[in-house]
T-cell receptor
Framework: AQSVTQLGSHVSVSEGALVLLRCNYSSSVPPYLFWYVQYPNQGLQLLLKYTSAATLVKGINGFEAEFKKSETSFHLTKPSAHMSDAAEYFCAVSTAGGTSYGKLTFGQGTILTVHP | NAGVMQNPRHLVRRRGQEARLRCSPMKGHSHVYWYRQLPEEGLKFMVYLQKENIIDESGMPKERFSAEFPKEGPSILRIQQVVRGDSAAYFC?????????????FGQGTRLTVV
């Protein structure tokens, strides 16, 4: 079984400040990890993904995340927040192979607010 | 991703009616996943289909819900005799042959409201 915990349902930062969204996962096998962004009344857009290659993953819009196996974490960061980053962010985990192939398990989501 | 088309975008049904949600995968994709997002919650997996086959339906409620992905045409998620608790956003994702979740793209979702 696999699970994802996103610490903090709401995060608020000032424009230009560091963004840090926390994600911890649980998986019995090596995981694939994802961060998605959802704008109001929109679908999910993939920000970045970890698939057992480099542990530091760079994504779109200046976001990056680091896979830390020892901490079972995959936190999302961005050095400088922009107003357009305000959205809801979801961390997700999956495993390859078997019937879980293609099945994503999502965290509860973190709503990011950016203040001017 | 605009390549996965879901319709309708918004659907209002009265209690007891049927809801039919459609998902057309991206061109070349043969695997479809359905997820449900209840208010204030993350997405929950419902079902994984290939053309004419249900691969994994472990997330589907046992009653009233069904899904299909015919040889021709879109994937359909059908909810019979809807209840207020079915109100949610339903998202479809598709991936290429092989079902690689790392290459999955999501549609814009169908927001179902049961009144």
């Amino acid at each position: 079984a696999q699970s994802v915990t996103q610490l903090g349902s709401h995060v608020s930062v000032s424009e230009g400040a560091l963004v840090l969204l926390r994600c911890n996962y649980s998986s019995s096998v090596p995981p694939y990890l994802f961060w998605y962004v959802q704008y109001p009344n929109q679908g999910l857009q993939l920000l970045l993904k970890y698939t057992s290659a480099a542990t530091l993953v760079k994504g779109i819009n200046g976001f990056e995340a680091e896979f830390k196996k020892s901490e079972t974490s995959f936190h999302l960061t961005k050095p400088s927040a922009h107003m357009s980053d305000a959205a809801e962010y979801f961390c997700a985990v999956s495993t390859a192979g078997g019937t879980s192939y293609g099945k994503l398990t999502f965290g509860q989501g973190t709503i990011l607010t950016v203040h001017p | 991703n605009a390549g996965v088309m879901q319709n309708p975008r918004h659907l209002v049904r009265r209690r007891g009616q049927e809801a039919r949600l459609r998902c057309s995968p991206m061109k070349g994709h043969s695997h479809v996943y359905w997820y449900r997002q209840l208010p204030e919650e993350g997405l929950k997996f419902m079902v994984y289909l290939q053309k004419e086959n249900i691969i994994d339906e472990s997330g589907m409620p046992k009653e009233r819900f069904s899904a299909e992905f015919p040889k021709e045409g879109p994937s359909i998620l059908r909810i019979q005799q809807v209840v207020r608790g079915d109100s949610a956003a339903y998202f479809c994702a598709s991936s290429p042959p092989g079902g690689a979740v790392t290459e999955a793209f999501f549609g814009q979702g169908t927001r179902l409201t049961v009144v």
